[in-house]
């Protein structure tokens, strides 16, 4: 007897694990699909404007003479900042809604990730609120990703 | 052995404890659903000109209660006792409301199914004599309730199809041992059933089983059937966890007919994209106090049940990986003309 003790319980922890699956297998039946394909489509074709737009952008830049590195900088700026506006003007999480990882994973979504707790909790205040927990959404994405990039770097330190 | 109490779980009114005036105030996302004409107000702006959405569902509430009141011809003195609660941490939305009225207050949680608990307890102390006028009332708000449990409101996110949305409003009754209107008659208080479902955007699965279990359990207590009632109608299982109700009932033998719906189906069009339907304290209080109780006025409506189901997780159990357990409690309400 687990625990040492019988409180009289009528199932045991097998039977009761046994009924739970059966119950799931029941309900996952009656549950509509995720539309999967639909989703990659609207993802594929939504982040590709996206990133179109940032190339469009980026090009701009290198017309006007700057050479294709520098001309990053800008460009990331100025899709930061669009993304962070249109979040602002409550278009972004609409966006989201209908295109899912299509509008998350370019750096718009980044900037969406930020701005979004920062107007959230504002109202918590600038310390506690705006400050502390503007990183509850690209916090994980910023500290995995820094871990992710030393250890490539250790790598191609490696194996040069 | 008590004498108020038939079969297992399910309470016995011999008193005439009617809900005297019920109001309800809703969001303009619902006021846009089907249901619209039943609401007593709908708002056209769910901050309210507030400075947090926190003080914005404080507001619906503490309004919701004044609109009924008035309809009532009473006033904050003439109420005894005030049961409410809401889905915020400490249930701050009743307690902040019960500030500002100046009411005898209990705080009272059990999720969605908040209302119906509040309604079981109120007619409960009219029953034993404590009172003559109780109010009982429960909001949501979409969103106070996405900040507290899933993602800043303005985050791109997208929900799965097994997903329900917040509903912005508040109901509110009024039970009294004197007057006209439909009558509280059973109560059955639900136990808290696991089935082992463990994803938050699921809720209409997670809280079926606890749906089915207070069903039967009323059934059996009461002997009556679904047949019974002119409506049956729960929430907020959503389209899904009334799919799986209704398959749960049929394995125990029992047909949920036409006359079975649920609030969290009602309350919105599907094409308000809001994937499996409604849900939320302010859901089924909503519904009930507006719906319910102006087609039990009308006598449309002769015998409904209402089932309220609530998930009783928090963000801290399930990101712990916890299960989401259920409840559900059922009263039922008669008006015979």
Same mark, same amino acid.
Request: charged share 20%; hydrophobic share 40%; proline share 3%.
């Given at each position: 007897?687990e625990?040492?003790w019988?409180?009289?319980?009528k199932?045991?922890?097998?039977?009761?694990?046994r009924?739970?699956?059966?119950?799931?297998?029941? %309900?996952?039946?009656?549950?509509?699909?995720?539309?999967?394909?639909? =989703?990659?489509?609207?993802?594929? *074709?939504?982040?590709?404007?996206?990133?179109?737009?940032?190339?469009?952008?980026? =090009?701009?830049?290198?017309?006007?003479?700057?050479?294709?590195?520098? %001309?990053s900088?800008?460009?990331?700026?100025?899709?930061?900042?669009?993304?962070?506006?249109?979040?602002?003007?409550?278009?972004?999480?609409?966006?989201?809604?209908?295109?899912? %990882?299509?509008?998350?994973?370019?750096i718009?979504?980044?900037?969406?990730?930020?701005v979004?707790p920062?107007?959230?909790f504002?109202?918590?205040?600038?310390? *506690?609120?705006?400050?502390?927990?503007?990183f509850?959404?690209a916090?994980p994405?910023?500290?995995?990703?820094?871990?992710?990039?030393? *250890?490539? %770097?250790?790598?191609? *330190?490696?194996?040069? | 052995?008590? +004498?108020?109490?038939?079969g297992?779980q399910t309470?016995?009114?011999?008193?005439? &404890?009617?809900?005297?005036?019920?109001?309800?105030?809703? #969001?303009?996302?619902?006021?846009?659903?089907?249901?619209?004409?039943?609401?007593?107000?709908?708002?056209a702006?769910?901050?309210?000109?507030e @400075?947090?959405? +926190?003080k914005?569902?404080?507001?619906?509430?503490?309004? !919701?209660?004044?609109?009924?009141?008035?309809?009532?011809?009473?006033?904050e003195d003439?109420?005894?006792?005030?049961?409410?609660?809401d889905?915020?941490?400490?249930?701050i939305?009743?307690?902040?409301?019960?500030? +500002?009225?100046?009411?005898?207050?209990?705080?009272?949680y #059990?999720?969605?199914?908040?209302?119906?608990?509040?309604?079981?307890?109120?007619?409960?102390?009219?029953?034993?004599?404590?009172?003559?006028?109780?109010?009982?009332?429960?909001?949501?708000?979409?969103?106070?309730?996405?900040?507290?449990?899933?993602?800043?409101?303005e985050?791109?996110?997208?929900?799965?199809?097994?997903?329900?949305?917040t509903?912005?409003?508040?109901?509110?009754?009024?039970?009294?041992?004197?007057? !006209?209107?439909p009558?509280?008659t059973?109560?059955?208080?639900?136990?808290?059933i696991?089935?082992?479902?463990?994803?938050?955007?699921?809720?209409?699965?997670?809280m079926?089983?606890?749906?089915?279990?207070?069903l039967?359990?009323?059934?059996?207590?009461?002997?009556?059937?679904p047949?019974?009632?002119?409506?049956?109608?729960?929430?907020?299982?959503?389209?899904? #966890?009334?799919?799986?109700l209704?398959?749960?009932?049929r394995?125990?033998?029992?047909?949920?007919g036409?006359?079975?719906?649920?609030?969290?189906?009602?309350?919105?069009? @599907?094409k308000?994209?809001?994937?499996s339907?409604?849900?939320?304290?302010?859901c089924?209080?909503?519904?009930?106090?507006?719906?319910?109780?102006?087609?039990?006025?009308?006598?449309?409506?002769?015998?409904?049940?209402?089932?309220?189901?609530?998930?009783?997780?928090?963000?801290?159990?399930?990101?712990? @990986? +916890?299960? &989401?357990?259920?409840?559900?409690?059922? &009263?039922a309400l008669?008006?015979?003309?």
């Amino acid at each position: 007897m687990e625990g040492g003790w019988d409180l009289g319980s009528k199932i045991t922890k097998e039977e009761e694990q046994r009924k739970n699956r059966e119950y799931q297998k029941m %309900a996952n039946k009656l549950k509509p699909r995720r539309p999967i394909l639909r =989703n990659f489509l609207v993802a594929f *074709l939504v982040g590709g404007l996206i990133c179109m737009f940032g190339q469009l952008v980026l =090009n701009l830049f290198i017309g006007q003479g700057m050479s294709a590195e520098d %001309a990053s900088g800008p460009m990331l700026a100025i899709m930061i900042f669009l993304g962070a506006f249109l979040t602002g003007l409550g278009i972004y999480d609409d966006l989201g809604k209908f295109a899912g %990882a299509g509008s998350a994973v370019p750096i718009t979504g980044f900037a969406n990730s930020m701005v979004s707790p920062s107007l959230e909790f504002k109202r918590e205040g600038y310390i *506690l609120g705006l400050g502390a927990r503007m990183f509850t959404v690209a916090g994980p994405v910023i500290a995995y990703g820094s871990i992710a990039a030393i *250890l490539i %770097a250790l790598l191609s *330190l490696v194996f040069k | 052995m008590a +004498e108020n109490k038939a079969g297992k779980q399910t309470l016995v009114f011999k008193k005439k &404890i009617v809900l005297m005036e019920a109001a309800s105030i809703v #969001g303009p996302k619902e006021g846009q659903g089907p249901l619209a004409q039943y609401f007593d107000l709908i708002l056209a702006d769910d901050l309210l000109g507030e @400075k947090s959405w +926190e003080k914005a569902e404080q507001r619906i509430m503490i309004d !919701t209660i004044r609109l009924a009141l008035g309809k009532a011809n009473l006033t904050e003195d003439d109420i005894e006792y005030f049961l409410a609660g809401d889905l915020l941490n400490q249930i701050i939305t009743a307690s902040f409301s019960a500030r +500002e009225l100046q009411i005898p207050f209990l705080g009272i949680y #059990g999720a969605c199914s908040t209302i119906i608990e509040g309604l079981a307890l109120g007619a409960s102390l009219i029953e034993a004599g404590f009172a003559d006028r109780v109010l009982t009332a429960s909001s949501s708000h979409n969103c106070t309730a996405e900040r507290q449990y899933r993602a800043p409101t303005e985050l791109g996110v997208q929900l799965t199809p097994t997903a329900q949305c917040t509903v912005t409003g508040a109901g509110v009754g009024i039970l009294s041992s004197q007057g !006209t209107g439909p009558a509280i008659t059973h109560a059955t208080i639900g136990k808290v059933i696991d089935m082992g479902i463990k994803d938050p955007s699921d809720m209409g699965t997670a809280m079926a089983p606890a749906a089915a279990d207070t069903l039967n359990q009323h059934f059996q207590d009461t002997n009556r059937t679904p047949n019974y009632y002119d409506l049956i109608l729960t929430g907020d299982l959503a389209q899904i #966890g009334s799919d799986i109700l209704r398959e749960l009932m049929r394995k125990n033998g029992t047909l949920l007919g036409t006359n079975y719906n649920d609030s969290g189906i009602m309350v919105f069009d @599907k094409k308000q994209g809001v994937n499996s339907g409604g849900s939320g304290c302010g859901c089924i209080a909503s519904i009930t106090c507006s719906y319910v109780y102006k087609k039990m006025l009308a006598g449309e409506l002769k015998k409904v049940l209402l089932v309220g189901t609530g998930a009783l997780l928090s963000t801290t159990t399930y990101q712990q @990986k +916890e299960s &989401i357990p259920g409840i559900a409690h059922a &009263i039922a309400l008669e008006y015979l003309g």
